[in-house]
């Protein structure tokens, strides 16, 4: 019995396999077109101080929904849009969108708000990347100063294709440089000494874990302390509650991102949200919890 169990197990796992194979194949095909078909849009989710409670940036969110597959999860498509290649164009028109949409949001705020875009290992080879954020910020009006472009950590070890040097164009453009999901990758500290970064982003399961796990709140503490000394903003990635919020507010972390913050809505609703954000005021919100 053991040995026929065996052998359906063994089945069924091989027809979940030609399954998945299928659904992939399915769903390159669709991503193959998303973009002509215009079922491509953005998100953004604010930034916020910790020390003034006030909006100071956005993070543009790719979100495709297709007719037959419905929304599909970024961390799905985005990593079968690396492997197929299909993140050159999709980055490129996301560049272009999140500069024109953000844009538009800065003027219709009056503030002086950071838009940050997420750059893939597979676009940072791309020859023409300069060109294109050049070419994105020109047309928008958007200016360098006001684009962030996130990378992780692994972009930065090996130079390869010159992505160092395109990484140094965008900075002499103005363009600013974020490290996301810090403290993930291969962790060496030694890039940090040799190209200089404007933030560092704070992995979400470390911010998660911070008020639960003696080890987790001590990395969150490390890598604040670190950022300081090396005079690099850093900010929190995925702050789901007021006791993580109090911990960061604690341990000084300069801004926040996250859903208890506010979650990333579309370009039509960020005005509202942001509004509604310092009117509220995030940390005031949570300094009256603590005292009541
Ligand atoms: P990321 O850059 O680390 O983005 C942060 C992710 O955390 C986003 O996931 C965001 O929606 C999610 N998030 C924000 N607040 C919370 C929270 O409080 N709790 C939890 N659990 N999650 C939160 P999303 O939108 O699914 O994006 C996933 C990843 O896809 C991004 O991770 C980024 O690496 C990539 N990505 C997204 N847009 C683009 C893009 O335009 N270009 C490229 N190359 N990659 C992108
Ligand atoms: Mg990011
Ligand atoms: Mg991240
Ligand atoms: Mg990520």
Not at 102 to 124: C, F, H, M, W, Y
Not at 169 to 182: A, H, K, M, P, Y
Not at 206 to 226: E, G, Q, W
């Amino acid at each position: 019995a053991a040995k026929e169990n065996g052998r359906n197990q063994y089945q069924i796992f091989s027809v979940d396999m030609l399954k998945e194979s299928a659904d992939r194949l399915a769903m390159e095909h669709a991503l193959r077109h998303a973009l002509a078909n215009g079922e491509l849009h953005m998100h953004y989710q604010p930034q916020i101080s910790l020390t003034t409670g006030t909006i100071t940036g956005m993070e543009a969110l790719l979100r495709w929904t297709n007719p037959k597959l419905g929304n599909v999860k970024p961390e799905r498509f985005i990593s079968l849009a690396e492997e197929t290649g299909l993140i050159v164009p999709i980055g490129a028109w996301a560049f272009m969108n999140a500069c024109r949409e953000g844009k538009a949001i800065i003027d219709e705020l009056g503030l002086d708000l950071t838009v940050s875009v997420n750059l893939s290992p597979r676009q940072l080879q791309q020859r023409n990347l300069v060109a294109i954020v050049e070419s994105a910020l020109k047309s928008s009006g958007l200016p360098a100063s006001s684009l962030e472009v996130e990378i992780t950590e692994g972009m930065l070890m090996v130079n390869s294709g010159g992505n160092l040097e395109k990484l140094q164009s965008l900075r002499e453009l103005g363009v600013r440089i974020s490290i996301d999901d810090f403290g993930t990758g291969f962790s060496s500290f030694s890039y940090l000494l040799e190209y200089q970064v404007d933030r560092l982003k704070i992995d979400q399961s470390f911010v998660k874990k911070s008020v639960t796990d003696a080890n987790a709140a001590a990395v969150v503490r490390t890598i604040i302390a670190m950022s300081h000394g090396l005079n690099i903003r850093v900010v929190a990635e995925g702050v789901e509650n007021d006791d993580q919020l109090r911990f960061l507010l604690r341990r000084k972390c300069d801004e926040a991102q996250g859903n208890f913050v506010a979650p990333a809505v579309p370009a039509n609703e960020f005005i509202s949200t942001a509004r509604s954000l310092s009117s509220i005021g995030v940390l005031q919100a949570v300094e009256l919890k603590q005292a009541s």
